[in-house]
């Protein structure tokens, strides 16, 4: 590896120095004692051309000498070496390499420094400082050099000139003279050897220092100098990184050599340096030995060393006042060291060590100072929080483990991905060292296949929303607590392995429990009701394919006591039960054209009753076929209760804080992320807009973007209760319609579990009611909900210190309208197969209403002809009146048509009573005055209005009608109205309409 000096170094400011000195002064080998250039200084003048050319002249002899020199050294000792390691078959491969390696980057120096005498040659007399190579190129022979005492330290520090220098003690008792012209003091081959391949070298350098001094001597104030200080500073800080590089490659040997083969073996790398050891250093903890690589930290403990990158180790002071002790804390992932200093400046030393250890390991560069040189901010501070790749020891939960992630303090925090070696693995937030937030756990499954966990996790474990996909293709979309599911959630299986089936419900420690919604396509049936530990308990209701449904209660998956059967045949049954629809004791047996059994029962429903009892005829004024009406689930969950998982989820959120960050854990998955639904709405809407519709500072949510601000107090004031009315229900419908308000969230959620429920094929008409009941129900707890994210003028408006809120605005009057035509296309349905008999009969009579021209149809209702708007008749020379239809009350019957185009049960009351207004006025045209219709005349024009606008379905309409509208106006004037479009419509479906009561 190869240690990069650093840039300029300024003199230490802190009192770190007095303590490191002795450090360094005290550890240069033998070899690595000061240079220095034996040419006098002398002062030169203050013109710098003359300078320069003066010291290039000087240079240019210096980088001749120095290139005769390197060729001598290579041919005289290098290459004898190198052919001698050839030749030996036992030698080390690494040796050689090496060895190799420091002639190739000799044969570099020798090249540099040939271009150098060339380039001096030719320039010398001419040349400037900015053509001086020093100057011009010093970071380019910086690396050079480097490059150099990087290969050479690399050898010497396995003890390769010891090696070396056996192998060919033969050759140099031969040629002793040799070794005496590079240097007298040869009694220690090896040593010679050490001091000839780098002393030479390192003196150039020192050359170069002195030649850069004096170019810059006297011209500190000149701006043309600046070039040549900047060199200065390059080569003075190379030089003290040589003499660095040869101390730390000293240790560095002694240690190895002084550790024993198996440890050598564990920790030895040929680049690899140490920086301090605790044996030179004292830090005791226990019997262990603390080694600071400049890649490691190491802890030796007999022969066992545990070794930990420096990008996951954090270090600490501890201070105690009362104790005195001089105490350093070592933090690693899996566990935690505390060591005793001899005194503060032993701690001083060791805290400085390490804190630069890490910083360059961190930065991915070793530079200069490593210590002994000062120390600055930026030199003296380490991140707490860094990015590093550990794999667990002994992690009670990631033993084997190997994360790869954000660190804070020895522990994962922030994002990071964990692998397992049996194939498990976690990509996502960590809090703490353990799992929290959102993240994507992997997990073997069967053979061949895995589990994927999409989760919300909290300190370790999965909490909150979350999607799982089985290896078995099951899916499960919903809620977890303590890495079990757990509240509301639906759990589905494609069948591409095995059977087909959707629950969606509540869970309990992994189990189905509390109400809850089986879909099983291939029993074809479906099961609404309780469950407890993964069984049917409690009340429910099974609804089968074949139309055939039951309702009662279930222990253990098995129906008993009290139940109801209603077949296809619109057949009910009404007794006891024990198990798989075997009847037992007292019922009744009502069949759908009125008969009724009512006695003892047995034997299993389907397989040929056996009964003994009363067999009643149904009265004349029965109508026979009243079982058709019967519903379904009088003994179910009340609807408010019937989603709980969900609702309580959505307090929650809001107890919390409504923070946006915890918006997915709460209310479940996003489809872009939440910064970017944040910008998308910001980019839409004034930043004014946002502060006044946002219900807090913490959730900055803004659903709607209309130009009135919530906080005016002005235009509140200036504006009617009817604007105030609007506006409210226009910021509400823009925060459901939005892609990101947290009413939108909870809506969409409650429409897809209103349409697992109620649609498909087990879709059925005895579900109507229940149906009905849970939209009104979620209407009244979205209205509820609501106000904590209303503007604050608008709450105040609206609700009391206690709750309340305006009689006039309710959710009838202000949620229904809203949602109702997210849930409008399958409970529409329901009304539809309710009112199918009725809505057929009445179609009948729809058409054959339409037969009769438009004064044939007036003439049958009743009409009075002074109501009848002859003057809208034109006819043509070959019509008459009697056969004119489509005519008369145009307007008021194309106002009709409207209602069937809305699901807003308001707009549709509106629409009635605008066709009321607009019969009235053809009336009053006709007569020419003001005419208020009783109810003798309207009823009859309302018949001919609602036959010529041909509305289908006009039962399933009224029905929906007067479930969904507001309460208070019961017995007004839409009531009214309702009770006569009503008896419009069982007037059409009787018989005295069909063609053989009709006018001729």
Known sequence: MIMEPGGRRQRAESNLRPHLSRFTAGRMPPCSKPLSSSRPAVRPGPDVKEKCQREAAYLFKLEQAFKNQLSDIKAQILQPLVKADAADLKSRAHLKEHLSALETTLDVLCDRAEDHCSHLNESRRSSTHRDLYLVKDAQHLKEVYITYFTTFTNYAVLSGFEHIAKQTSDHWKRNKNTLKHYHKDSSSISMSLHRILHEPVRLQVQKYIDILRKLSWGLEKNPEVKPIAEALVTFIDLDKWIQQSLDVATSTKTLWNSLGSKLTDILFLPGRRLWEDSNNLPATCGDSRLLLFEDSLVIVQGSEAKSYKLNVVWIERLVDTSTER???????????????????????????????????????????????????????????????????????????????????????????????????????????????????????????????????????????????????????????????????????????????????????????SGYGVLDDPDRGERYIGSWLEDCRHGDGIVITQSGLCYEGTFHNNKMMGPGTIMSEDDSAYEGEFTEDLMLTGKGKLTFSSGYVIEGQFSNKWGSGLKTSGMFSKPPSETNPVITSKLQLGSRLTPARDRWKGIFDQFWEFIKSGSDESSLESFLGFHSENVKERRKNVESRVPAAQVDSLSPNASLRFNPCDGTNDANSGTVMQNQGYLAETQWMKQYLKKAFESTSHPLATLLRKLVQVFQYTYSGICMYKRLLTIAQQEVVSHAVQLFELARHFMPTALEKEYYSDVGDISDELNAYTVIIPIILPRFYPDLFMLYMLYHEADDSSYWRGILHLENLSDTKLLELLEVQKILWPLQDLHLTNNQRISIVKDVCFTSAILCFQKISTTADPQLKLETLMKTYHEIERTVSRVLNREYNLPMDDLLPLLVYVVSRAKIQHLGAELHLIRDMMDPTTVGGMNDFLLTALDSCYQHIQREEIRPSSLPK
């Not at 690693?332 to 503060?344: A, G, H, K, L």
């Not at 089985?470 to 095995?498: A, C, E, M, P």
């Open 326 to 512: 001089n105490r350093l804390k070592i933090i690693v992932p899996d566990e935690q060291f505390i060591y005793n200093m001899r005194d503060s400046k032993s701690l001083m030393v060791w805290l400085w060590k390490l804190k630069q250890a890490i910083r360059q390991c961190l930065g991915g560069k070793l530079d200069y100072p490593l210590w002994g040189e000062g120390c600055t901010e930026k030199t003296c501070t380490v991140p707490a929080r860094r990015f590093a790749t550990y794999t667990f020891v002994s992690h009670p939960r990631f033993t084997d483990a190997t994360y790869e992630g954000d660190w804070h303090t020895g522990k994962p925090q922030g994002s990071g991905i964990m692998k397992w070696p049996d194939g498990r693995n976690y990509a996502g937030q960590y809090e703490g060292g353990q799992e929290h937030g959102f993240g994507v756990h992997v997990a073997p499954g069967t053979p061949e296949s895995f589990d994927c966990y999409k989760c919300h996790w909290k300190m370790g474990k999965m909490c909150g929303y979350g999607i799982c996909e089985y290896g078995n293709g099951t899916v499960y979309k919903g809620y977890f607590q303590d890495k079990q599911r757990h509240g509301f959630g639906i759990l589905k299986n494609s069948g591409l392995k095995n059977l087909p089936f959707m629950y969606v419900g509540h869970w309990e420690n992994d189990r189905k």
